[in-house]
T-cell receptor, first 113, second 114 residues
Framework: SQQGEEDPQALSIQEGENATMNCSYK?????LQWYRQNSGRGLVHLIL?????REKHSGRLRVTLDTSKKSSSLLITASRAADTASYFC?????????????FGKGTLLTVNP | NAGVTQTPKFQVLKTGQSMTLQCAQD?????MSWYRQDPGMGLRLIHY???????DQGEVPNGYNVSRSTTEDFPLRLLSAAPSQTSVYFC?????????????FGNGTRLTVT
């Protein structure tokens, strides 16, 4: 069953603009991870935020976590055509198996040059 | 390091045929897992293993078998393929005992069952 749901399902922007994707989840979590998937490839880990963290940065990526709203957002600043990909959030529910990472359905980001 | 290697990249099967999807990793990861990815469904966990000789079921295990005889390899077997198993299959691995360690994915096997 899906724990995380990304929003929007698809997003199209111009190069240089910022892209924001959201993830909502149903139950309390231990951590939340974001992955990127380029067309025809496997997923690549981007960033992990723990349940006791509120914000995390990695290069042009900024992730926030609001546990009271059970939601997270991924911001990509100054987007590039190479950022075109699907983005997934993934969670481990609090008290759930550490070995069963659950993925959302993803947001397809298109960055137009 | 090659990371996680999946073979074959593409496969077409007829209903009722069997096959094994191969997955190998060279990172000495104890944890390995199989996911399937279907349009509009995201990734769903099929089976996983936390070490040689140890396997367990994920969300959608029916129709699939796994075994783990070595740390490096984690094959996924379809004993009697069905059209509902048409999907893209991903193998992933990570360090077992670090909850916050990221998954490393292979590039997938695209399976079509006719």
């Amino acid at each position: 069953s899906q724990q995380g749901e990304e929003d929007p399902q698809a997003l199209s922007i111009q190069e240089g603009e910022n892209a924001t994707m959201n993830c909502s989840y149903k139950t309390s979590i231990n951590n939340l991870q974001w992955y990127r998937q380029n067309s025809g490839r496997g997923l690549v880990h981007l960033i992990l935020i723990r349940s006791n963290e509120r914000e995390k940065h990695s290069g042009r990526l900024r992730v926030t976590l609001d546990t009271s709203k059970k939601s997270s957002s991924l911001l990509i600043t100054a987007s590039r055509a190479a950022d075109t990909a699907s983005y997934f959030c993934a969670t481990v529910p609090e008290g759930g198996s550490n070995y069963k990472l659950t993925f959302g359905k993803g947001t397809l980001l298109t960055v137009n040059p | 390091n090659a990371g996680v290697t999946q073979t074959p990249k593409f496969q077409v099967l007829k209903t009722g045929q069997s096959m094994t999807l191969q997955c190998a990793q060279d990172m000495n990861h104890e944890y390995m897992s199989w996911y399937r990815q279907d349009p509009g469904m995201g990734l769903r966990l099929i089976h996983y293993s936390v070490g040689a000789g140890i396997t367990d079921q994920g969300e959608v295990p029916n129709g699939y078998n796994v075994s783990r005889s070595t740390t490096e390899d984690f094959p996924l077997r379809l004993l009697s393929a069905a059209p509902s198993q048409t999907s893209v299959y991903f193998c992933a691995s990570r360090v077992r005992d670090r909850m916050n360690s990221p998954l490393h994915f292979g590039n997938g096997t695209r399976l079509t069952v006719t």
